[in-house]
């Protein structure tokens, strides 16, 4: 994989040829400044020049070249910053379209080792920090370089004096500065990583606060939260001490410098010293040269800050999903495809780590059949689903949908088979009707059939907590609305969004037994009973009702069948619905009491 650091350096190649060339002419007529200046002082006092490049009669040409040259320098400048900055602002564009692509193509058990605050870091500050090698080090760099490496020449000939005491005060600065902003560098990369942990933390409270403080649990995230504040505080005062003791010894440099360089010309110099020389000198060093060596540190501190942002994202981007069969790989095993099947799966294999999650799994199920998954926890059931969804590292041996071959077509078109309701219905910050429709800016004229879908959902407007109808804003993740709610509108927006094949993750957990009910009759058996759905359900209830169950344990499908054939012959999914309904009867008899 191409590097961003060669891509932040060669992308768009030209401009920063163009950022190069700008810095340079601003230090040139910077430069020359100081010799107008110096000119026109010798000229005044009726000294002879020691260097007559160009020589004018009127003192006003002086003048005028003089002020045109700090202008023009001035101009250079900021047209480098500018230049800088639109490039950082394209770069950052690319960065965070990539990011955002990336983020999309992890799957589930990809992302399940990255925390919230890794990402919404990356977004927040990583972006940002991998461009600043375009709006701070490039400019401050070539600001910083170009001054520097042509100031002790300029001041050579210009004087006539070695260059040997400038450049060694030099280096010897330069590495101190170098020394500083590496160690800087290392504080805001903690800075940046304390801050990431500190999101998460923050983040994961602010998602569970109202369980957390059920269970009592509010003073524990406090002090988690509090005591990575006080780390980082502490790192950001180390990091602060450090800058303001790279800014005062950048700041006396130019003092420094003048004593060697004046010392350096009295002791020298061949001939008597003109106060035209005396002024371009101080000129060159106390002035030319205090912005580059002010810089300078901040050129090391934000060159090494921009690396190690410019690696997180290296590292995030080299995330690569679990081997997974996908359009590239060839099928071992081609299985007869039956028009009458609307999903046929052969040889499905799921290992996390050196978990094996799924283990061989073969179903076939027909076009508008209602099938049951249950099983223990643990047994696969919603990995089954996300698996179904290409969402999991899964690998089939064959795995069809109607007469597609899953495997062998883009992505988006498997998923646009599927309807998927997870048990913790998605809500966003947006009224009840883009809720439902999952759209914002949606047409009124489509209300009736938002209307209809909440329905079927057994979402009564006239009775729920939604004063002002479909424009009810739901707030973010749903916290105004109860779990059943959130589960009813889920079931709502995939009746909204028709599609062939409904996959639904324990959704009704949640809602009470009369609602259940006429889910069933009006909805699961009702309006949808054309479209094929596979249901994970803990509820016996359920079972009943659909034409087939899927029994799992430990990632395998021990038996399938009816509830009748499988109460029959199955010994562990007799003692499976015992359980069950013991745990049932229990939280029934801890809800009368409450």
């Not at 965070?96 to 990356?122: C, F, N, W």
């Not at 064959?398 to 048990?423: I, T």
């Not at 949640?510 to 889910?519: C, F, G, I, R």
Request: overall charge neutral; some cysteine; charged content about 20%.
């Amino acid at each position: 994989m191409k590097s961003l650091f060669s891509e932040v350096v060669f992308t768009r190649f030209h401009a920063r040829v163009f950022v190069l060339l700008s810095s340079l002419m601003a230090a040139l007529l910077g430069l020359l400044g100081p010799f107008f200046q110096k000119e026109l002082i010798d000229q005044l006092t009726g000294v002879q020049g020691t260097l007559h490049l160009i020589r004018f009669d009127n003192p006003l040409t002086y003048i005028i070249g003089a002020f045109l040259c700090v202008l023009l320098a001035q101009a250079f400048s900021q047209l480098t910053n500018y230049l800088s900055v639109r490039e950082s602002l394209y770069m950052q564009k690319v960065f965070a379209q990539r990011l955002y692509e990336k983020t999309l193509h992890l799957r589930v058990d990809t992302m399940s080792g990255k925390p919230v605050g890794e990402i919404v870091s990356l977004y927040a500050t990583d972006v940002q920090g991998a461009t600043v090698f375009l709006d701070q080090t490039l400019p401050a760099g070539c600001s910083t370089l170009f001054p520097l490496l042509l100031a002790p020449f300029a001041i050579s000939v210009l004087f006539d004096i070695p260059l040997w005491p400038t450049l060694i005060v030099m280096f010897v600065i330069t590495l101190f500065n170098s020394f500083m902003a590496f160690r800087q560098s290392k504080f805001f990369f903690l800075f940046k990583q304390l801050a990431a942990e500190r999101i998460g933390l923050v983040n994961e409270w602010v998602q569970n606060i109202r369980t957390i403080r059920i269970l009592g649990w509010t003073r524990h995230f406090e002090k988690n939260i509090f005591a990575k504040r006080i780390v980082e505080t502490q790192n950001r005062i180390t990091m602060v001490t450090n800058g303001q003791i790279m800014n005062a010894v950048s700041s006396s440099i130019t003092f420094i410098l003048n004593v060697i360089a004046l010392a350096t010309l009295v002791l020298h110099s061949k001939h008597q010293l003109t106060s035209g020389e005396l002024l371009a000198l101080l000129w060159i060093v106390g002035v030319f040269l205090t912005r580059p060596f002010r810089q300078m540190p901040w050129f090391f501190t934000f060159a090494f800050d921009s690396w190690t942002s410019l690696k997180r994202l290296e590292d995030f981007f080299s995330t690569k999903n679990n081997q997974t069969a996908d359009s590239t790989e060839r099928i071992t095993k081609e299985q007869v495809r039956d028009q009458k099947y609307a999903l046929q799966v052969h040889g499905l294999n799921l290992v996390i780590g050196k978990r094996h999650i799924l283990n061989n799994l073969n179903f076939n199920i027909a076009h508008g059949e209602f099938v049951a998954v249950v099983g223990e926890v643990g047994a696969g059931k919603s990995m089954l689903l996300l698996s179904l969804l290409r969402e999991t590292g899964a690998r089939f041996d064959s795995y069809h949908l109607g007469n597609k071959n899953a495997l062998e077509v883009p992505l988006d078109e498997v998923r646009g088979q599927f309807a998927y309701v997870p048990q913790e219905g998605f809500i966003m910050s947006a009224s009840l009707r883009e809720n439902v429709a999952f759209l914002y800016d949606i047409e009124p004229e489509r209300d009736p059939m938002v209307e209809e879908s909440l329905r079927l959902a057994q979402f009564d407007l006239t009775t729920e907590r939604v004063e002002k109808g479909l424009s009810t804003e739901i707030g973010e993740r749903g916290v105004n609305l109860s779990g059943g709610q959130r589960q009813r509108v889920g079931l709502a927006r995939v009746h909204f969004h028709q599609a062939p094949i409904m996959l639904l993750d324990d959704c009704l957990s949640a809602v009470d037994v009369d609602t259940e009910h006429k889910l069933f009759e009006q909805l699961l058996l009702g309006a949808w009973s054309e479209r094929t759905r596979i249901l994970v359900t803990h509820r016996l209830s359920a079972l009943h009702r659909v034409d087939r169950i899927l029994f799992m344990e430990d990632g395998k499908i021990l038996d399938q069948g009816t509830f009748e054939e499988l109460l029959g012959r199955n010994q562990k999914f007799r003692e499976y619905t015992t359980s069950v309904a013991k745990e049932a009867a229990e939280k029934k008899q801890e809800a009368s009491h409450v």
